[in-house]
């Protein structure tokens, strides 16, 4: 229940496309839900967040759907960029405690010129 | 603002030796300090959670004589491996939380640190 489902594994994008990633969790006690950015060799850093009162947020080039119902949530990079080959994590916590954050996977993504 | 930086970056150490990795939030006071360790192509695994001024929460497997977490002051929180052996060289990242009714559940991540043990 404290899983956080990632996928794709990889990713390949070509320049200009839009890259998709995503994401399923199980315990609806979840109420945070961000995603991060990590470089090669580098701590991640948070692109974007959601909360689940809303289906979609936007930040520039980047987008967070949101399925309450289905306990799903994905990130659209549009327009993707070489400079965005990095590996993506979703991750989710709720309220209370210390917030921990439960970490999906990871998804390595490649954007060719 | 909300930086928070990681020293060493790297380390090399023989086997049998202790490393100290130190974390700081160097624009805003964390109460909460979090570790993980990830290994290479793999996710971020929260080893331990600290508070300041309180003993450090260990993740299930996490060996607390192993990895000792000191959280001794708002802005400072040291992971000690001790008596380091091959299998803990990873990359160690820890992450910070300030005060709560701020910036609501966000983490503010280090640039890591590259252990490695011969």
């Known amino acids: 229940q404290q899983q956080v489902k990632q996928s794709p594994q990889s990713l390949i994008v070509q320049k200009g496309g839009i890259s998709i990633i995503n994401c399923a969790y199980e315990n609806t006690a979840f109420d945070y839900f961000p995603w991060y950015q990590q470089f090669p060799g580098k701590g991640p850093a948070l692109l974007i967040a959601?909360?689940?009162?809303?289906s979609e947020k936007k930040e520039g080039r980047f987008t967070i759907s949101f399925n309450k119902s289905a306990k799903q949530f994905s990130l659209h990079i549009m327009d993707s960029q070489p400079g965005d080959s990095a590996t993506y994590f979703c991750?989710?916590?709720?309220?209370?405690?210390?917030?921990?954050?439960?970490f999906g996977a990871g998804t390595r993504l490649a954007v060719h010129p | 603002g909300a930086v928070v930086s990681q020293h060493p970056s790297w380390v090399i150490c023989k086997s049998g030796t202790s490393v100290k990795i130190e974390c700081r939030s160097l624009d805003f006071q964390a109460t909460t300090m979090f570790w993980y360790r990830q290994f290479p192509k793999q996710s971020l695994m929260l080893m331990a959670t600290s508070n300041e001024g309180s003993k450090a929460t260990y993740e299930q497997g996490v060996e607390k004589d192993k990895f000792l977490i000191n959280h001794a002051s708002l802005t400072l929180s040291t992971l000690t491996v001790t008596s380091a052996h091959p299998e803990d060289s990873s990359f160690y990242i820890c992450?910070?939380?300030?005060?709560?009714?701020?910036?609501?559940?966000?983490?503010?991540f280090g640039p890591g640190t590259r252990l490695t043990v011969l």
């Open positions: 992450s910070a939380r300030d005060r709560p009714g701020m910036s609501y559940n966000e983490q503010f």
């Open positions: 959601i909360r689940p009162d809303v």
């Open positions: 991750a989710a916590a709720f309220s209370g405690g210390y917030n921990k954050l439960i």
